[in-house]
Each structure stands twice: as structure tokens, then as C-alpha cells.
């Protein structure tokens, strides 16, 4: 088995789960998120594509219900010990092979969470399951009870985010020499990836953000490459990864002389993180952390030019997204505690004047003064 943590890591992550399935009065969970039947058993796999759930029962007993093709895959990357096959035809309904499990597991009539909230449950799949489902027992939506307990990171996990945040500054490294005028935006997006690749790391779960001039006010990938001005700025987001674990980083580069607009909107970046460093802490919450940005933003006029969310916890992601469901918006209650992975990122985009700023990093919280994982700082970058 191709597992990247000891077996007392996954037991212990299993009595985790199986306590909190008992507090909430939970039979059994209905895992569809990847990177929760990742966390829980080491299944690597892109095959949540299609139907595909683990089916985690109070007692600790673990089922894979997934198709042929993930059969080898989940042999060599998982613990799972038992793994049954739903049948690819046509007019399938794999909703059905699922409650004759479920059946067959002792739970009909029983409480049953759902991981709705996840890019492995399309809306055909959860109109599937609901069918079948909705008479045999008590659907709950518990897509947030393995999330949760992603948030803080054991030290096995954190040195996974400690190889992920310097592959990240590895592909900055890559980048900047060729960040300069008549520099290609293919170029630097090949340099960025084949670091973190040479460096032992992995796919990202989003592509990475670039974007220059107009592009550099975008903050998300599209495709279509452009060459860079003497003149210019360019706007990059991209994450380390290591073992599916991210370290996120954001930066805008201004190619040639910096406006003033650039310099100002830099400050405010700047000042704004600093802000938070100061809260990113125990005692505090993610939407305290939201709060504090949102102020800084608004008191230098800026309310129009900010994004409503500025940041969000970060770890073992898969495709299409590397963000957690935890981010730093208003009025998220959700506690800030010691080894949380954070991403914040201060988003400014002036469309009045074209102009684009961004900076952000990954923090590991601690007990008191959250640790920065990047050596590159807050400093302006400039080519």
C-alpha cells in the first residue's frame, strides 16, 4: 500500500471520526468528498468523478463502493479492506447498489449522514441517492464533520505543509528571472509547475492563477497566454503541494516603474496582513479575521475594489478547488485553534484605473504568533 501516513495516524483519525459520529447520533456517514475518504483510509484517486462513496459505519466498519476501475487504485492506495463494484451499463443506478449495501450493513431505518457539500456529489448523483434513499432510513447533511476535523493538522500533516510552502517559494524562485519585459507568461507558468514537479511535489487541485495588464485583475485561471510589457503588471496565484497538502501564495509584480496607484494599493495589502497577524490566533475567529481586512480596506476607500472573503484554510485537496469550506468572511464563528493550515490573501482590483495588487501567503497557527511558512516575506516584488 502506497500510504504517505503510519496506520496509527488512520486509526486515530477514525476514533476521531467515529466520536463525532456518536455526538451527532450518527448510524453510519456516506463519505463522496475525495479528500475525506483521503484523510480517513489514504484512497487516492480522481474516480470521484463519477459515483463513488465510502460508507463509514459507528462501530468503525468501512465499505468503498466505487466502480472497476478504481478497484487496483484503492488496493494500493487505501487501507480499505473491503471494496465492492457497481456495474457501468446502461441506465445504471449505482443509488440502488448502494442501499442493498446499506441494506446488507444492518442500517435500514438507521440516521445516516451525507457529505452533500462536495465536488463528488453532482446533482444526478444526490437525486439518486435521495431517491433511494428518503424511505430507507434518516438522511442528514453532515458535509462539514470530516472537513471539521481536517482543520488542524497533526505534525505528520504539518510537514507535508512545510514541503508544499517551499515548493511554493521554489516556483516563485523559478518565476522571477523570467519576469521581465518581452518575458511569456507560458514560460513562467511552465518554470512554476516543472519546480514543484523536480521538487517532489504534486498536481495542484485548481491551475494556477496568471494573468498580466488587463489579466492581472482576474483571480481566476483562463486560458490564452500573453507577453509581457515594458510596462506592465502581473498578477500570480499558486500553491506548493505535497501529498495533495497546498501552501498557497499570491503576489502582483509590476514590470517597469511602479504608478503611485500600485504603491498605495501595496500599502493597504500590506497593512491589512500585518493587521491580521495580530488576530490570526487562538481567541479569535475566522470571521475576526475578515473583520480586521475589511476595515483597513474600507477606512482608505477601497470598499469597492476588495473581495468579501480573504482567505481560507488550506490542506489535502482535490480537483477543482485547493480551498477549504473555512474561509475568513463575515461572521464565520468558526475558532481559530493552534496547527491550522491559513491561507490570506488581500485582493485588490481597481478596475476605474486598471490597476491590480495582491499579496498573500500561508501561515501555520501556534498558540500564540502565527508562523509564516514562505522565506520571501510581504516585501513588493518588482522586474
Avoid at 459505519?57 to 465492492?84: F, W, Y
Avoid at 449495501?101 to 437525486?127: F, N, P, Q, W
Avoid at 494556477?208 to 495588464?213: E, W
Avoid at 491590480?356 to 516584488?381: E, N, V
Wanted: with cysteine.
Amino acid at each position: 500500500m502506497a500510504l504517505h501516513f503510519a496506520e496509527e495516524e488512520y486509526a486515530a483519525r477514525l476514533a476521531r471520526l467515529t466520536a463525532k459520529m456518536q455526538e451527532e447520533r450518527l448510524d453510519a456517514l456516506l463519505l463522496f468528498a475525495q479528500e475525506s475518504m483521503y484523510w480517513l483510509t489514504g484512497y487516492d484517486t480522481f474516480g470521484y468523478c463519477f459515483f463513488q462513496t465510502l460508507v463509514v459505519k459507528k462501530d468503525g466498519e468501512m465499505v468503498l463502493l466505487t466502480r472497476s476501475a478504481d478497484l487496483r487504485q484503492a488496493r494500493h492506495t487505501s487501507n480499505i479492506e473491503r471494496i465492492e463494484i457497481w456495474v457501468d451499463r446502461v441506465n445504471a443506478d449505482p443509488a440502488m447498489d448502494l442501499k442493498n449495501l446499506l441494506s446488507e450493513l444492518d442500517l435500514l431505518g438507521c440516521r445516516i449522514g451525507v457529505e452533500y457539500d462536495t465536488h463528488g456529489m453532482t446533482g444526478k448523483t444526490a437525486r439518486l441517492l435521495d431517491n433511494q434513499l428518503s424511505t430507507f432510513g434518516e438522511l442528514v447533511d453532515a458535509s462539514l464533520l470530516v472537513s471539521r476535523l481536517r482543520l488542524v493538522k497533526s505534525p505528520a500533516e504539518i510537514a507535508y505543509v512545510e514541503k508544499a510552502a517551499s515548493l511554493a517559494d521554489a516556483a516563485l524562485d523559478a518565476a522571477l528571472p523570467l519576469i521581465r519585459p518581452g518575458g511569456s507568461e507560458a514560460d513562467i507558468l511552465a518554470a512554476m509547475q516543472g519546480a514543484i514537479f523536480a521538487g517532489g511535489g504534486d498536481y495542484p487541485a485548481n491551475e494556477f492563477i496568471i494573468g498580466s495588464g488587463a489579466d492581472a485583475l482576474l483571480c481566476r485561471y483562463k486560458a490564452g497566454r500573453r507577453t509581457l510589457d515594458a510596462n506592465d503588471q502581473l498578477t500570480l496565484e499558486w500553491a506548493g503541494v505535497s501529498a495533495h497538502y497546498h501552501a498557497a501564495m499570491m503576489r502582483t509584480i509590476v514590470i517597469g516603474e511602479p504608478s503611485n496607484r500600485h504603491r498605495e494599493l501595496y500599502s493597504a495589502c500590506r497593512e491589512a496582513i500585518q493587521a491580521i497577524e495580530m488576530v490570526l490566533r487562538p481567541g479569535n475567529t475566522f470571521g475576526t479575521v475578515f473583520d480586521v481586512h475589511a476595515r483597513i480596506m474600507d477606512e482608505r476607500g477601497l470598499a469597492r475594489h476588495r473581495l468579501n472573503a480573504c482567505g481560507y484554510s488550506l490542506g489535502a485537496r482535490f480537483s477543482p478547488s485547493w480551498m477549504e469550506h473555512q474561509m475568513f468572511h463575515v461572521g464565520n464563528p468558526q475558532e481559530i485553534e493552534p496547527d491550522m493550515s491559513l491561507f490570506v490573501h488581500m485582493i485588490i482590483m481597481d478596475s476605474d484605473s486598471g490597476t491590480a495588487m495582491t499579496l498573500g501567503q500561508t501561515y501555520l497557527t501556534t498558540t500564540d504568533t502565527p508562523r509564516p511558512l514562505s522565506r520571501y516575506g510581504l516585501d513588493f516584488i518588482s522586474a
